[in-house]
Every structure is written in structure tokens, then in C-alpha cells.
């Protein structure tokens, strides 16, 4: 089974950067797609930025978009999540989430009940 852990949370002040990490183990195929969701208190969560290690799409949320950048290294089963010039409504949960794609996949799933596995989460509090 694929457990997922992330990290690269914290405390950062408006304006400045986090990278994210979703390591991913248990994986067996390399076809696969992880995405990045985030939630808010008193929000509902939202999906932010996904990525298919088949076609290498990605896919941003338009909040996101020109801010934040999502890569993956097969090698590692490591999903990142490059996050700058972050602003305080970016403060939230941070959660990373994995689905087996089949190989011949075009695109990238975008929606949350496509994802079969998830991580804990990682917070991140961005000050103004």
C-alpha cells in the first residue's frame, strides 16, 4: 500500500517561499499522479496543483498559477511543491495525495475523488 509523508511546512512571512516534499512509498508501478490540496480553517479543501509522471501534465489552480511550481523525481517517488511570493490566504493545511494511472493516461486527474491514498498533512502559516 502507498503511504505518503510530506514535509516542508512552516512559518514563513508574506512574500517569501516553502518548497513542499510528498515522498511516496510502497509504490509499485511508475505510472502514477500525485496532487497537492490544502485546507483552510472553516474552509473546504481545495485542490491546488497535480502532476502525471505518464505525460508529465500539470495542472494549477488559477490562485496558484505563475506562484507556485510542481515537479516530480521517479527516483525517489518525490513530489515537490515550490511555493513563492506566498501570501497570507495561502495559510493551510497542505496535503498530498496519490492515484496509479494506466500508462496510456493522457492528462491529469483534478479532482479529489480520484486520489486513492493521501498523507497528514503539513501546515503552513504565511504572515502578513
Known amino acids: 500500500e502507498v503511504q505518503l509523508v510530506e514535509s516542508g511546512g512552516g512559518l514563513v512571512q508574506a512574500g517569501g517561499s516553502l518548497r513542499l516534499s510528498c515522498a511516496a512509498s510502497?509504490?509499485?508501478?511508475?505510472?502514477?499522479?500525485v496532487g497537492w490540496f490544502r485546507q483552510a480553517p472553516g474552509k473546504e479543501r481545495e485542490g491546488i496543483s497535480y502532476?502525471?509522471?505518464?505525460?508529465?501534465?500539470?495542472y494549477y489552480r488559477p490562485s496558484v498559477k505563475g506562484r507556485f511550481i510542481i515537479s516530480s523525481d521517479i527516483t525517489k517517488n518525490t513530489v515537490y511543491l515550490q511555493m513563492n511570493s506566498l501570501k497570507p490566504e495561502d495559510t493551510a493545511t497542505y496535503y498530498c495525495?496519490?492515484?496509479?494511472?494506466?500508462?496510456?493516461?493522457?492528462?491529469?486527474?483534478?479532482?479529489?475523488?480520484?486520489?486513492?491514498?493521501w498523507g497528514q498533512g503539513t501546515q503552513v502559516t504565511v504572515s502578513s
Open positions: 495525495a496519490f492515484a496509479y494511472l494506466s500508462v496510456s493516461r493522457v492528462g491529469v486527474p483534478t479532482r479529489e475523488q480520484d486520489y486513492d491514498y
Open positions: 510502497g509504490v509499485s508501478f511508475d505510472e502514477y499522479a
Open positions: 502532476i502525471s509522471t505518464v505525460d508529465d501534465s500539470t
